[in-house]
């Protein structure tokens, strides 16, 4: 079965500075997988995904992840925090029966 | 485009009542999948539906249970409500499978059983 762990539950980053999430998954088959954000009392929103090719992918608001099939890893990266940054982030896979699974989430926060 | 839809927005229902909740998809989407979100379980999928058939159930009593009706609208519904089941319940459509087909989410039905 699949399954995806998120570390870090916390994280607080001063604005401006980088932010790297860390995302690991358990997955038999080639994974199909995905970085969502939320922010308060709102749904999930797409950063990005990967399905295959360049295992470095690039997302919206300047996010970026790297797919690395040996550490089974996926993590989420930006060079310089913004504060509105500050939500959940969620790391999922998809799998072959229609689902998606989700990691435990990571908060961030920002100061300034 | 529009959005997925999720109404109600809050709802707030008494033990032992059944609730039902509805999401419109995107326009062209067939695909609608139901996700429960707690502070303590997290996201756990629910069901999924394509062009009114159920192809994956999560791991829930049956008290739990959706339908997806000829225009990929979809509902689900909750009976004998428990404590436990208050939640934000989110609705997620797309083209094909949350696999390899981007899944946009709703912004969710806010569940509070007393």
């Known amino acids: 079965a699949q399954s995806v762990t998120q570390p870090d539950i916390h994280i607080t980053v001063s604005e401006g500075a980088s932010l790297e999430l860390r995302c690991n998954y358990s997955y038999g088959a080639t994974p199909y997988l995905f970085w969502y954000v939320q922010s308060p009392g709102q749904g999930l929103q797409l950063l990005l995904k990967?399905?295959?090719?360049?295992?470095l992918v690039q997302g919206i608001k300047g996010f970026e992840a790297e797919f690395k099939r040996s550490q089974s890893s996926f993590n989420l990266r930006k060079p310089s925090v913004h504060w509105s940054d500050a939500a959940e982030y969620f790391c999922a896979v998809g799998s072959n029966d229609y689902k998606l699974s989700f990691g435990a989430g990571t908060t961030v926060t920002v100061r300034a | 485009k529009a959005g997925v839809t999720q109404t109600p927005r809050y709802l707030i229902k008494t033990r032992g009542q059944q609730v039902t909740l509805s999401c419109s998809p995107i326009?062209?989407?067939?695909?609608v999948s139901w996700y429960q979100q707690t502070p303590g379980q997290g996201l756990q999928f629910l069901f999924e539906y394509f062009s009114e058939t159920q192809r994956n159930k999560g791991n829930f009593p049956g008290r739990f249970s959706g339908r997806q009706f000829s225009n990929s609208r979809s509902e689900m519904n909750v009976s004998t409500l428990e404590l436990g089941d208050s939640a934000l319940y989110l609705c997620?459509?797309?083209?094909?499978?949350?696999?390899?087909?981007?899944?946009?989410f709703g912004q969710g039905t806010r569940l509070t059983v007393v």
């Open positions: 326009s062209g989407h067939r695909s």
């Open positions: 997620a459509s797309s083209l094909g499978s949350v696999r390899d087909t981007e899944a946009f």
């Open positions: 990967y399905f295959s090719g360049d295992t």
